[in-house]
């Protein structure tokens, strides 16, 4: 074939190899045309000199003719998530064992000894000899990439595993893989068999820089050399699926038709119709008190509908500046920042504190203004177990080399109502020097015997980032992050929800600002929440599938996701309006019924409800 570069289609392997200090820093290759050698040689160079380990010594660059290149099918893939490595590990075996292979308590035993090994172990599958001529450097499967192949700049461990596993089973005798990479951060690793690669989401402790590789080989002696040879000379390339395009008008109906499916289709209803709503977050009955709404009034006339510009440009107006000052009083912090909502306040604080370099902690169960905060802000995310503080200071003892550490935890749990130990939480981010954040969303308003929230409760100090919502206890909209003086100057100079969002409403702070004052000349108010939490709590105590953690929210278990929705319906029956939780807001197969309380309650709606889940509790279990 002549193509425009006159190479006749001849297939180039490049490859990159770079070290440091005598040892092994990085190792790439991919298989591509002519056309694309000189790129692929910059993109390569590009990788080993962007490593996170150190700027490399040398870089060796090799490009060589290919031909006999054999196209083979990627392997399919299964991810299995395990809670620790002892947990992958007995997958691990079990895979093996799956596959027809005995001695698996052997292999995994054996797996230590590939450590120190640059290449990989080659096992007889049946007796464990070591089939490799020279132990020191193993075997090294190489000349493979994939199609289409991943970027060549950034490495891509799941891809380049992917393609790797799928040459090395498709090698003659080989029957099984196992694999665990030495990046200390990375912990994820898999056992591949001749029909499926099984990824294994934990395989060892995060900061461990141990990995290693067997190949499990079945088959006569004689052959084990031609296997060799096709493990490191043979060239392969492995397609992965390419993805079929539907029609434009279908492409997204598709995926509505499988939410459908699925049972997960979300519907909007306008306003409660005339039901008593256990649905909402207006704990304290604020958004429609006339007071709160006069102020909103009062606000409009004065300032008008909208801000008309960003907080730094014309758009700090009174309201806003007063309540700043207000949320900073109520918090007994130095300074406070008004965000247009919670989910940008988390967003904005989240993105603004750490980046690239730095490490954020988060719980497993975060609010998705958090996670999505995570995400955006380009730091190492690292999710702990839900409120498992021992979890939490272990990892954090791993984390010494960050620049910059950020814990971040929801105060009360949006979906489950329980409540994070502040004090322990706060001494475990002292100890190890890391920042401290905590959403109050559900907490403000309603934790604490005036509704201070979390640090009144407790009778504990604070953590470094307040952040809290006017959407919920304060019936506004519109969320905030309060802490010491040089934090919230901080947070206007580098919050970008901050800086390139129209100022919120000038009603919407005023609102707020009138709610707040409510609730601190009024304690009956949050009383009144407090009366009601504690009569639903003892109403439902003989319930088991109802959770109680002390707060507003009392999530009631049900499972399955269409069961969910049918409780919901019946519910609504009988005039309650109790929402379903399902996927993706929980996990799936946790759905639930969402019960949120209210100052507003009358008593005899509450019993009336513990009544109903208690009936339907002894029902469902005959
Ligand atoms: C509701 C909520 C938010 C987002 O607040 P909005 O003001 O609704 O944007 C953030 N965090 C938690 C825990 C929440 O429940």
Redo the contacts with the bound molecule.
Sequence with gaps: METSDGSHGKMYGVKMRASLGGAHLSGAERIVSARRVVSTLAALARRALGHERGVPDSINLKVEAQCDILRIKALPVITETVADEAAGWARVGEILSDAGIKRTNEICELFRETYPMRGAMLLDADTLERLEPDRKRGIRATNMDSDPSSPADRKNHFAEALTLASKVLSAPGIVGEVCMSDDPSYVTGYVATKDCYHRISVMKKVGEPVGGRIFLYRGPREAVAETIRYLERQAVVVEREHATRLPRADQLAADLAAVDAAGLRREMRVGFGGLVSFAD?DYLGLACDSRVKEAAARAVAEYGAGAGASRLVTGTLEPHVRLERHIAEFKKAESAVVFS??????LGAITALVGRGDVVLSDKL?????IDGCRLSGAEVAVYPHLDMDALDQMLSEFHSARRILVVS?????MDGDMLDLPRFLEICRRHDALSMV?E??ALGVVGRTGHGLSEHFGCGFPDVM?G????ALGS???YVAGSATLVDYMRQKSRPFIFNTAPTPASVAAADAALSLMEEDTSIVGRLHANIASFSDSVADVPNVRRGGSAIFPVAVGDEREAVARSKDMECHGFLVPAIRYPTVAHGAARLRVSLSARHKESEISALASMLRAWYNTSQN
Excluded: P, Q, R
């Excluded at 909502?341 to 988390?346: H, I, K, L, Q």
């Excluded at 975060?366 to 958090?370: E, G, K, T, V, W």
């Design positions: 977050n909502t919670g989910y940008m306040a988390n975060n609010h998705a203004s958090i929801d105060g009360v749990f949006s959403d969303a559900h952040m919502t006017l959407s919920k909209s519109g969320g």
